[in-house]
């Protein structure tokens, strides 16, 4: 009798992990509605509402705009924020839009090179706030020109959150941020390569245009999916949830849109090439051409 119940305990053990992966996440409605949208939306976009450090400067003195540092509480501490910067730790964003203007206003995001400000970013716009921008090489594009920075950020009041959010959605998009993993998401061009010869992912994704795609080339093995057509194609996507998932575009901002984008429609376990192309090619691994 102990050996059969040993045995009943053993096959339980294994079967619980199967019926952990097959779990989902039941993703609203209003949050599949709302990124179709978002998927019209994104051809519209110049440049993908990423800005240059030199915009960024032109837009400072030439318009009211929202600075957005989305960094964490102790990098804040140690390298002090851009003046005028409101700073909300990105885990945090969705809780805290009562500390955002309207949903009109300009908002430039910033974290310290820009992968973190994309997903903030991507959040932002799918909650309606579509003047949402990300600045190009961050916190640290700001420090490597010698330009000011301030010890602390504003003190800003809390006001009311736009009524236009529909409450399920602003939850949702709060939940996914706050449940951020550790690394946001990205990984290494080094790492990557590594995964590709040892353990490939189940899906890569080149989220760039054709043009580029062609020239200078894609990483082998890669599938491409231009970011404009991306959300439209989503039936093509994977069915598996739980796939294993890398995009990458050139830099890492399209990337960064396409994999936060799976992660709000419930993918678990996509990341984004850190750096994009342009990485992998500085850690001198090779593209390919069709």
């Not at 540092?69 to 839009?97: C, F, K, Q, Y």
């Amino acid at each position: 009798m102990r050996k059969f119940l040993v045995l009943i305990l053993a096959l339980v053990m294994m079967l619980v992990p199967m019926v952990q992966a097959q779990e989902e996440v039941e993703v609203p409605e209003v949050v599949v509605e709302r990124i179709m949208e978002y998927g019209e939306l994104i051809p519209e976009l110049d440049h993908y509402n990423t800005v240059s450090l030199d915009d960024f400067i032109v837009m400072l003195a030439e318009e009211e705009i929202t600075i957005l540092d989305v960094r964490e509480d102790a990098e804040v501490e140690e390298t002090g924020v851009i003046e005028g910067s409101v700073h909300i730790p990105l885990r945090t964003l969705g809780e805290n839009l009562d500390k955002l203007p309207d949903q009109e206003a300009k908002i430039v995001v910033v974290c310290k090179g820009g992968f973190r400000a994309t997903i903030g970013m991507t959040a932002l716009h799918i909650l309606g706030y579509e003047n949402a921008f990300v600045l190009v090489g961050g916190f640290d594009a700001w420090v490597a020109e010698d330009l000011d920075v301030v010890d602390a950020p504003v003190e800003v009041e809390a006001a009311e959150v736009p009524e236009a959010i529909d409450p399920e959605l602003m939850e949702y998009v709060a939940e996914y941020l706050m449940n951020l993993p550790e690394n946001w998401g990205g990984v290494k061009a080094a790492d990557l390569n590594i995964e590709l010869i040892e353990n490939p992912p189940d899906y890569l994704y080149d989220v760039r245009s054709a043009e580029e795609w062609a020239d200078p080339g894609y990483i082998e093995g890669a599938s491409h999916v231009w970011i404009n057509e991306f959300i439209p194609m989503m039936e093509e996507w994977p069915t598996e949830k739980d796939a294993n998932i890398v995009i990458y575009c050139a830099s890492g901002y399209r990337g960064g849109i396409a994999s936060t984008v799976m992660g709000l429609l419930g993918y678990t376990n996509v990341r984004n090439l850190s750096g994009g192309t342009k990485a992998w090619v500085a850690a001198e691994l090779p593209l390919v051409q069709p």
